[in-house]
């Protein structure tokens, strides 16, 4: 029988995630598992409905996800309380592997633990904001307490950086006078991604008044829960300071001199007053830890808290050993949260090296995925032909033990990554000129990165083009050269300086910035997590706009499906090859997740060129007729006409009578969790615990009133809306609900009735917001040409777009020297453009940019009553008439939002051709839905581009006779 203390976990923690997931993703139906919390579900439709996801521009990616999902199924719908149950519920064949159910059955795994292996850069730290927000929500708002949930929570990380990203992400960036702006935290600038609005205020409070950094643990009283932020030494009780390197025999007189008389009184290490005191302090940090009555741990980049050399020989780590003094007293209100691209331990070497991934890993989004999908750059390997042709040491020249200059291989790995990076830097700036790609160079130690800084300066960079960081062999720093280091460090992204950054393992993790293009591994260490984490720095995305996406999906194509060069270099990283990594390199290009580039096919920016106006452009340009309300107007009281908003037809009085209790208070059950947004209309959460109808009327108002934003696809803008008077909607929302909305006269005061409008599952909110915000949007375009003022906002206000060169054309009647169309589908639009500029009925045209034309946008209501905003395709004049024009296929012609959109246009061209001539470029204004099949007829038979229009011009009868 094989001995349990020598077979591992191996893989089969892998296999479990993926039965976790399996589980998970059956059990999630519409947005919410059927036995979780109505906190939960309300956050779990917040996240991932797209009813709310389609208005954000930034959404968690499946990866993240999946981590969610996965975390809460185990926790709350299954309400596992170790490790053993985890596997007991969805992986019980794994418990016959004797080896691993010893493994499981260790006092470490006795409480809820779960580890999240994602790839780096794929966004670890957004998935430990929304377990911690679903964790305090639960916590606070649960009525009978389970010991599943806590509003104390513990975030520690491996080292100095991945603290201070944590404490920025949690507080802000902190200023030049050391002042956090929570302005700038992950929490608020995601705030529509991580927070439903019910809950900002008191999350943000929460935060804001509850974090405690590492000094501050134990000692800074918190009224509602706590967030300790720590490195992991105050586990470990050791200092971040200690530095490992052996320093020359002159340099360190009294460590001699202590050899040879070792009992030394004074101040030697461990006996000064500050290190006394800093070690009674510590300890009472942990003893106020572990008397905490119920805690959440986040352990960022978990895989240092498992350090074993050989399996078998087990020595846990003081981080750990620390963990376990916390948990104990408090049994399963210790929840244990890991994340780590590389949760694994190693045994053997060469062909008998064997990966034992930690049983509690509960869903693995790896590298292979996050390539694929594009969410990290695509790594590529620079195998230099003359660097394969020569036998070269690619260790430092040494005298002794002290280096004294750089091997010839070393040498020519520098050269080529310095090679490489001046490559991109040329190209780049065509396209964008603050994109600064930057060269990362990992030296054995800090020893050799002088002589790798002064290799760099001899080929001709100055001395701000080089940052070097010198560490030990921990990745440590001395915390007083730190707080020079991190600014510059967090900022290299946004200056072209410096260049390239030169460091030992400082900068293994948490060195979180997108711009590195280059890295040179001068050191030859072959263990896989260091590998993997050194070639992590790199992955983060760079070229994250949306117009260079379809140019970087053809070439992960071409290089990782095709196995042809790519297009261009842009979010690719290339890694310099060193020998001693082979190994590791064999292994990705196996998973097809790595390529060898020695050329591209077209260039470092490939086919994407900037193109600019033409130098006659003033005779093509159009503009976008905003109309915005004068500033002398905007108070006027504009009211909602009730007689037109519909009654609620679902559900009768009687019926719903039912389902209330006229003598508790706000009645509400599991299934409660419909929060109905209009746009950004949001139901509030708070809105079901009104205490009172007058409390309720003021809750829909003020969700309606102070929720109205715009938000662009790839920024925010203000738009013009609506200013309702609010003592006005009050007026209009009461008379409503007690003579129209049941079709009946209702009286909300009378034994309690307004409770009726609670009810989650009879759909009353949802019609109600939904009635309202077509009430408001109608009361938008009753704006009379005399109450309005007109922005026009010309297109050759951009300059310049950017596009696929082989997907666009030279044009004659329009603004810019060549024109773009999709590469997907994008037949039907380049079609038309070459048929309008050919007509001598067309005068301009101009194909709308969704990206770079953020005015031009017609908001619409979609058909689940939310507000939304479209880009039409194109503006074309001719001699009597101007057209927006919506090119659709043929099949999506009938959609229901289609339909939406064309009421919505209709609506806008209207009001526009109520204003003065001049402010609409002295034309009627027309709008054309254009099938291509109809687009096609009418070619065949000769028809003008008038012709065209004509013939395919919406007019609102026939729109209203669709709709309704």
Known sequence: MANPMNIGTRELPLKFAAKVSGCANAEFNDFQFAAATPITNELLRFWFSDAFSELREFNFHLGQKQAILNTIYLHEVLKINNVTDMYAACGKDTLDDEGFLFEIQKPKYLHPKYCMKMATGTGKTWVMHALLIWQYLNAKYEETKTGRYTKNFLLVAPGLIVYERLLDAYLGKQRESGFREFASSDLKVFEKLFIPESFREEIFGFVQSSICQKEEIGRKVTADGMIAITNWHLLAGSEEEENEEEPSLLENVPKNINELLPISPGTSAGHSLESLDNNFLAGAELEFLASINDLAVFNDEAHHIHENKTYGEIKEVEWQRSLNYISQPKGTKFIQIDFSATPYDVTGSGQKRTKHYFPHTIVDFDLAAAIRNGLVKTIALDKRKEIAAMELDFKAEREGNKPVSLSEGQRVMLRAGLTKLKQLESEFIKIKAEKHPKMFVICEDTSVSPLVTQFLMQEGLGEEDV????????????????????????????????????????????????NICVIVPLRSAQAPILLEQTIGRGLRLMWREPEFQDSKDENRRKLLTEKKEPDNLMDILHIVEHPKFVEFYDELMKENLAGTIEGTGGGVIGDIITVGLKDDYKKYDLYWPTIVRDSEEELKEVLIDVDKIRPFTTYRIEQLEKFINREGDVFFSEE?????????????????DAKSYNEYLSKVVNVITNAVVNIGVRKQKAFPFLQVNKVALVRAIDIFIRHKLFSQDFDPLVNNNWKLLLIAKSGIIDHMMKELGEAIYNAQQNITATEAVVIKNYFSEVETLRMREKYCLPMEKTIYKAQAYPSNKGGLEKTFMEFVDLQTDVLALIKINEYYHDFAKIFYVREDGLLAFYSPDFLVKTNNGIYIVETKAQSHLSQGNVQQKQRATIDTVERINELQLNDRMNRDWSYVL????????????????????????????EVIGELF
């Open 467 to 514: 940052m070097q960081i010198d560490s030990d062999r921990k990745g440590n720093i001395p915390a007083k050269e730190w707080s020079q280091i991190k600014r510059r460090l967090f900022n290299v992204d946004k200056h072209a300086q410096p260049k390239v950054i030169v460091s030992v393992l400082m900068l293994r993790e948490g060195f979180d910035v997108n």
């Open 672 to 688: 409660m969790t419909v929060k109905t947004r209009f746009g950004e209309y949001i139901v509030k959460g708070d809105l079901f």
């Open 930 to 957: 254009l099938g291509e099949n109809t687009f096609a007829a009418l070619r065949k038979q000769g028809a003008t581009a008038t012709d065209v229009f004509e013939y395919a011009m919406l007019k609102k009868q």
